[in-house]
């Protein structure tokens, strides 16, 4: 199966930096996934964990998100490429990534600007953007997606990670979802757990370029 699904997708249009990526999760079988991917030149990314939380609660508002209220701290959802490149700089310089990754999320995320499916946000302190993260709405579906938020080094610490967890959870909750769910790395996983998501089980990404 892996060999062909690796033959189909170099198959199609040969794309510059084109990437397959095979999610793993903890239960997924059979139980040696990983080594078989290993074996057809899969690399493993940082192991993230799946968080769900339920929106029939409430997530704690912290003291310090108030905050951010008195400290020229603004939350924007993108609407035009201005605000997407404001996006994309704070996501390049938050996850240390380089330009040609700036430019391939360019492309990816400049025509969903009007997909209802997708909101992307920006924190901008001082009329800066210093951080930024994505949700996904997708129709018909329970779950609402939370993605990429990341913070700039010298602004964390300041409560825009949760206050972003914040501004997507209301959005899912006046769109009709009853969850949200995140694939939380190392440094989202105890923030996350302190606003109550539930860890459910651990996720491996592997990616081979095409």
Known sequence: MIAEEVAFFRSLTPETGRTLEWKVYGHDLP??????????????????TLM???????IPRETRDGALRSAAIEIRRVTDLRGLTDFLDAARVAFGRDESWQAARMKEFAPRLTDSAMRLYVAYADGQPVASARGEFPAGRSFAGLWGGATIAEHRGRGLYRALVHTRADEARRLGYRYLRVDARATSRPILERLGFIALTRIVEWKLAL
Do not use: Q
Request: charged share 30%; glycine share 12%.
């Open 52 to 58: 769900v939380f339920d929106l029939a609660g409430e």
């Open 31 to 48: 139980a040696d996934l990983g080594s078989r991917l290993a074996a057809a030149g899969f690399e493993p990314e940082e192991p993230e």
